[in-house]
């Protein structure tokens, strides 16, 4: 099993970013998909949840309107594209699957949003 976050980087207040997170080793289309994100001195927050099939999405209000999450059970692929970035959400951002009792996470891509 393994899941390998991508997109990372250093990016203005007010730019955008698109994360990949590539899975394999397990039914992908079964999972459920969520990213969070772990700030220095903060806690672990949950941003952003997709159903198996994409039909259904949560958002943190912290992130409600600027992230997007989305995926691509053809390709076992999951997205969060952000926009309107601000410093705070400078962040290490992890990829999770979760399925009936199973829950695996990948490395995580650091976010740095600073002018």
């Known amino acids: 099993v393994r899941l390998v976050e991508s997109g990372g980087g250093l990016v203005q207040p007010g730019g955008s970013l698109r994360l990949s997170c590539a899975a394999s080793?397990?039914?992908?289309?079964?999972?459920?998909l969520l990213w969070d994100r772990q700030a220095p001195g903060k806690e672990r927050e949950l941003v952003a949840t997709i159903t198996s099939t994409g039909g259904s999405t949560y958002y943190a209000d912290s992130v409600k309107g600027r992230f997007t999450i989305s995926r691509d059970n053809a390709k076992n692929m999951v997205y969060l594209q952000m926009n309107s970035l601000k410093p705070d959400d400078t962040a290490v951002y992890y990829c999770y699957a979760r399925y009936s009792g199973y829950t695996y996470w990948g490395q995580g891509t650091q976010v740095t949003v600073s002018s």
């Open positions: 080793g397990f039914t992908f289309s079964r999972y459920a």
